[in-house]
């Protein structure tokens, strides 16, 4: 069964620095999805990026970046030069491609990491 | 619509009673997903649809929660004989067909609100 591990319950950082929130998953599957959402106090759930597990490029988009490696199942996630706007918490997603009975069809998320940015 | 709407945003009803959640997918989507987040939780996944079919109902944490859907478009959630613990957000979400297991992504909407007292 898929699962997923966020170990950064709440991180607390100053303003302009830079974070970076871990994420370590598990699957028997080999083609496999890892997803990134942002939830901020508002509450709704935002889609940042999704990533398959043929493609271990890693990606930037402006102040965030991305690094996954298979090699140790990690997929981490950087804010550089963190800012107040970045306060929220962070999931960590995973869903498998083989349907193999009860659950499979679900994305399953880690617990999330909340980031509080002090100005 | 554009995104993924839930009705009502909040709900505070009495123990016992029934309630029903609803929510609109965007537009297109056929894959659609109810989660429940508690206070301060994680996200449960509920139940899955593909259609109007749910091939995975694994999370509905008792015979008090059903869901449908019709049209292949809107879902209910309902929960029978609230109880204190089902307080919660239950989160509304869709995708294109078959949804994450085929690395699509999946939209959420901004919640329902629930609580029981």
């Known amino acids: 069964a898929q699962k997923v591990t966020q170990a950064q319950t709440e991180i607390s950082v100053v303003e302009k620095e830079d974070v970076t929130l871990d994420c370590v998953y598990e699957?028997?599957?080999?083609?496999?999805?890892l997803f990134w959402y942002k939830q901020p106090p508002s509450g709704e759930l935002v889609f940042l990026i999704r990533?398959?597990?043929?493609?271990?490029q890693n990606e930037i988009s402006g102040r965030y970046s991305w690094n996954f490696q298979k090699s140790t199942s990690s997929f981490n996630f950087t804010i550089t030069a963190s800012q107040v706007v970045d306060s929220a918490v962070y999931f960590c997603?995973?869903?498998?491609?083989?349907?193999?009975?009860?659950?499979?069809?679900?994305?399953?998320f880690g617990k999330g990491t909340k980031l509080s940015v002090i100005p | 619509g554009a995104g993924v709407s839930q009705s009502p945003s909040n709900k505070v009803t009495e123990k016992g009673k029934d309630v029903e959640l609803r929510c609109d997918p965007i537009?297109?989507?056929?894959?659609l997903y109810w989660y429940r987040q508690s206070l301060g939780q994680g996200l449960e996944f509920l139940i899955y649809?593909?259609?109007?079919?749910?091939?995975?109902k694994s999370g509905l944490p008792s015979d008090r929660f059903s869901a449908e859907r019709t049209g292949g478009s809107v879902s209910t959630l309902t929960i029978q004989r609230t109880q204190q613990e089902d307080s919660a957000v239950y989160l509304c979400?869709?995708?294109?067909?078959?949804?994450?297991?085929?690395?699509?992504?999946?939209?959420f909407g901004e919640g329902s609100w629930l609580t029981v007292v």
């Open positions: 649809f593909q259609g109007n079919s749910a091939p995975d």
């Open positions: 537009s297109g989507h056929t894959a």
């Open positions: 979400a869709s995708s294109l067909e078959q949804g994450a297991i085929s690395g699509n992504t999946i939209y």
């Open positions: 699957t028997r599957d080999t083609t496999y999805y």
């Open positions: 997603a995973l869903s498998e491609a083989f349907v193999s009975g009860a659950g499979s069809y679900q994305l399953t």
């Open positions: 990533r398959n597990s043929f493609d271990e």
